[in-house]
């Protein structure tokens, strides 16, 4: 087992704390957490070990799980990285694309593995259908979220957007040729709606739609391809693929034809992939521990998540 602590302990730390604690693949040693109140409420509600300081958690550990806020996920990590541990650490990789440059040649430098926090990639509904995905030429993102005051202190394009960049990155095998976006503050300091148009060198055009201000939550993708059009909703865990083929000479009651103008006959069916429940935190966790012990590529590696962060600020750059 893998000796893994967690810097930070707020509401996604305590999720990654209790996992970690669950989990056949860790042995949780403890945490961190600079707020000493909150370090001491959480030790004792759960028990876990609190450490006093960043240094001693990581000496003590080979894996770091880092679920502190963005803007001190790149210290964080290069204190572990140059330790020689392991590191987990929460979307977005870091708050500067310089700093997850930085934090990749590090990682390679010193030989460790990373992986970083795209819980979506994940999801049931989207590992059912992500082998049916096959070269999309438009997709279409919608994530919805009703207010929350956690997470303003950044655009929404880092806070919600990111997890579709990063699903659509994993699917489109295409250089991004160009960006254009507009986004909206209207509560926060920084961009509460936002939609990009990302189009790639092979001509796949996907138009994403971000808000943390709506009035119900929504997590829905569209992927249209020559063969299928697959919808996934990430919320609900469900997913949709509709297919065409050749029609039948003598189509049933109730099948589903369309014929073009040349005459050419085609049949739309359903496919409905098995979505095997799961707890999408856990099993990225153990899937890294699992990269970590056969010395393979993480699902999501700290590279994919630099590129999702180069692509995020690339959309910030146009409000």
Do not use: W
Not at 16 to 45: C, I, T
Not at 125 to 138: H, Q, S
Not at 265 to 272: A, D, G, L, S
Not at 296 to 310: F, H, N, R, W, Y
């Amino acid at each position: 087992m893998l000796k893994a602590g967690v810097l930070g302990a707020g509401h996604l730390g305590k999720i990654h704390l209790r996992l970690l604690n669950q989990s056949e693949h860790y042995e949780l040693v403890g945490f961190y957490d600079p707020d000493q109140e909150n370090a001491k409420r959480v030790s004792e509600e759960f028990g876990y070990r609190v450490f006093s300081t960043i240094t001693e958690l990581v000496e003590a550990v080979d894996v770091v799980d880092i679920v502190t806020p963005t803007l001190s996920h790149f210290d964080c990590a290069k204190q572990c990285i140059e330790s020689g541990k392991h590191i987990f650490i929460e979307k977005p990789i870091s708050n500067t694309v310089a700093e997850a440059e930085a934090m990749v040649a590090l990682a390679y430098k010193h030989g460790v593995q990373g992986q970083v926090g795209h819980v979506e990639r994940f999801n049931p509904a989207f590992t059912a259908v992500k082998d049916i995905i096959a070269e999309p030429m438009f997709i279409e993102t919608h994530r919805l979220a009703e207010f929350n005051p956690r997470g303003t202190d950044v655009p929404v394009v880092l806070d919600l957007m990111i997890h579709d960049i990063d699903v659509i990155l994993s699917v489109v095998k295409s250089p991004v040729k160009n960006i254009s976006a507009s986004g909206v503050s209207v509560i926060s300091d920084t961009p509460d709606i936002a939609n990009a148009r990302i189009e790639f060198e092979n001509g796949c055009v996907a138009n994403l739609t971000s808000s943390r201000i709506s009035l119900k939550n929504m997590r829905k993708s569209r992927f249209f391809q020559k063969d299928a059009y697959i919808s996934v909703d990430f919320l609900e865990k469900k997913c949709e693929v509709v297919k065409m083929k050749d029609a039948p000479e003598v189509p049933g009651d109730f099948d589903m034809i369309l014929q073009n103008a040349e005459g050419i006959k085609k049949q739309i069916y359903f496919e409905n992939p098995d979505i095997e429940a799961n707890n999408a935190i856990l099993d990225e966790l153990e899937t890294f521990a699992t990269a970590i012990k056969n010395k393979t590529t993480p699902i999501v590696s700290l590279s994919q998540g630099m590129e999702a962060l180069k692509v995020a600020k690339q959309i910030i750059q146009c409000f």
